[in-house]
């Protein structure tokens, strides 16, 4: 996909990401396409259905991407966010991973789900859209009038230093092999699909329910799209392509002038779908006057999932509007939002970030943050369940015994009892 300006080229890619995502809105409202669902069916009820069509939507994506960067028709290498980074935020991916899976729980959902909510007639979201948004833009911006960030106060000298610098892109086709990664990652992907799909369609429920099989074919195939679009976009300069990035490194020898330049330029290289920095970009386009310099795949993508739920709800005449129920529900969401905000950055990612796009690079980090983000969320539905059947119980008392029903302590240590 070359262009002949670079207008033309990032405007592509703007309609391109608004595009799907409006497919993804649609879908995940349709088919009702939920991971923290997914594992609110999974811990509560055993009902793997939908954590079945979330893995479903991984295998699509994993496949895709290996094979595509095996024929080498594309490459997700520097990707934004770099999720094949030489260095292992391992604590990271895992502290934010857990504080997102806590935060998604008391806010109703993840970051996309926020974004179907709102398209659905949820107010509830719409606060935490703004709350995750703001919290997720001073991780990374410095606060007004200072140097200081959200991230460098609370984290950075303690946290940073734990990271592990691998001196290679740390998926996992460099570090096995770094002489062959691209085929090391193929036999990689090939035998995990083969595992996933195994488990995904044995059970003949998930065989039965198109809405699960729909909505994990075509998400995975929406953040393949995404990738092969984003890592494809050139811009002929006299006969020599220029990518996005490319071309704006090199702006002022290939441009006339400032006009049309971009705020930043790494939200212009190869990506996929993700919707926590997204949401930061968005609260930055708002903050920032609505400039145009500030449109990017994030806000796009912002734009098009709320709008695809908008006409999905409209169409299957499902739009309600929901307030809060109490004054609880409202701190619940408004906790979970800021976690949310500081997990997702933290993480590099949510559950579509990390959960779908990351591990579709077989990147160390995302297998991390999804692991934080599962457990971080099933802790606080037992957690929850047990302080609703015990009102008089301590938390200690309820997460000792949760974490003895997810197997992490000995059944000789639990407090309460399952009613």
């Known amino acids: 996909m070359t262009f002949e300006s670079f207008a033309e080229a990032q405007n592509f890619l703007l309609w391109a990401a608004f595009g799907l995502a409006f497919i993804i809105g649609l879908v995940a409202n349709k088919t009702n396409f939920c991971t923290m669902g997914a594992v609110s069916d999974m811990v509560n009820m055993g009902d793997y259905s939908r954590f079945r069509a979330w893995l479903l939507a991984i295998t699509v994506a994993l496949v895709g991407v290996v094979v595509l960067e095996y024929l080498g028709v594309m490459s997700v290498d520097g990707s934004f966010p770099p999720y094949r980074a030489s260095q292992i935020i391992w ?114 429920d998930f065989r039965s329910s198109r809405d699960n099989i729909l909505g994990g074919l075509i998400i995975g195939l929406v953040i393949l799209a995404a990738w092969y679009i984003s890592a494809n976009i050139q811009v002929d300069v006299e006969g020599e392509p220029y990518s996005l990035t490319g071309y704006y490194e090199e702006w002022d020898m290939l441009a006339d002038d400032e006009s049309g330049k971009p705020a930043m330029g790494r939200p212009l290289a190869t990506q996929s779908f993700t919707f926590v920095n997204p949401s930061a970009q968005f609260v930055g386009f708002n903050l920032g006057g ?130």
């Not at 990374?140 to 000298?157: E, H, I, M």
């Not at 943050?369 to 609703?388: C, E, N, P, R």
Request: aromatic letters at 12%; one cysteine or more; proline letters at 3%.
């Open 91 to 204: 604590a990271e991916n895992l502290l934010g991973g857990i504080l997102f899976g806590v935060g998604m729980t008391l806010a109703s959902g993840c970051g996309n789900k926020t974004l179907v909510r709102i398209g659905g007639g949820n107010i509830k979201s719409l606060m935490v859209l703004v709350v995750l948004g703001l919290f997720a833009f001073y991780m990374t911006n410095p606060f007004p009038g200072s140097d200081k960030t959200l991230f460098s106060v609370l984290f950075y000298d303690w946290i940073r230093p734990l990271a592990v610098d691998t001196g290679r892109p740390s998926d996992l086709g460099n570090l096995i092999n770094p002489d062959a990664p691209e085929l090391t990652r193929l036999i990689i992907g090939g035998v995990a699909a083969v595992i996933l799909l195994w488990v995904i369609f044995k059970d003949h």
């Open 290 to 419: 609505y400039k145009v310099s500030l449109l990017s795949f994030g806000v796009m993508a912002v734009f098009g999932v709320i709008l695809g739920s908008l006409f999905w709800a409209l169409l299957s005449r499902n739009f309600r509007i929901e307030w809060f129920a109490s004054v609880r529900d409202f701190f619940n969401h408004l906790i979970g939002a800021v976690l949310m905000g500081i997990g997702g950055t933290l993480a590099l990612g949510c559950t579509f970030g990390q959960g779908i796009t990351g591990l579709s690079t077989l990147a160390v980090g995302s297998f991390l943050a999804f692991g934080g983000i599962v457990f971080g969320s099933a802790l606080t539905m037992k957690i929850q369940y047990y302080t609703m059947l015990y009102e008089d119980a301590s938390f200690l008392d309820a997460l000792i015994t949760s974490l003895v029903e997810l197997k992490l302590l000995p059944k000789s240590l639990r407090r309460l009892e399952q009613l």
